[in-house]
Nanobody, 113 residues
Framework: QIQFVESGGGLVQPGGSLKLSCEGTGREFSFWAMAWYRQAPGKEHEFVAHITGSGYIKYADSVQGRFTISRDDAKNMMYLQMNNLQPDDTAVYYC???????WGQGTRVTVAS
């Protein structure tokens, strides 16, 4: 079982950048494929990006070219670099190994001028 703590959210103007962090606790961190999801106000959770232990990466079309997912298994960390943020990116961002499992507390990103 692995659990995550997300951090790095905040308020940013359109066009700005943020880097989210996800710290994992538990054994064999490098074994897990992990993903970022987000939940905008009044909406369902939405896939953002995915990275496997071998480094295969996939992005949602809405963030392709703007967001970069990465991981540092030695530190049990996963990251999401978000550039050119837009108001539609406003959401609570979560990291997970399985979106069917209960969500953590997430980290809130607000994009507004």
């Amino acid at each position: 079982q692995i659990q995550f703590v997300e951090s790095g959210g905040g308020l940013v103007q359109p066009g700005g950048s943020l880097k989210l962090s996800c710290e994992g606790t538990g054994r064999e961190f490098s074994f897990w494929a992990m993903a970022w999801y987000r939940q905008a106000p009044g909406k369902e959770h939405e896939f953002v990006a995915h990275i496997t232990g071998s480094g295969y990466i996939k992005y949602a079309d809405s963030v392709q070219g703007r967001f970069t997912i990465s991981r540092d298994d030695a530190k049990n960390m996963m990251y999401l670099q978000m550039n050119n943020l837009q108001p539609d990116d406003t959401a609570v961002y979560y990291c997970t190994t399985d979106p069917r499992k209960p969500w953590g507390q997430g980290t809130r990103v607000t994009v507004a001028s």
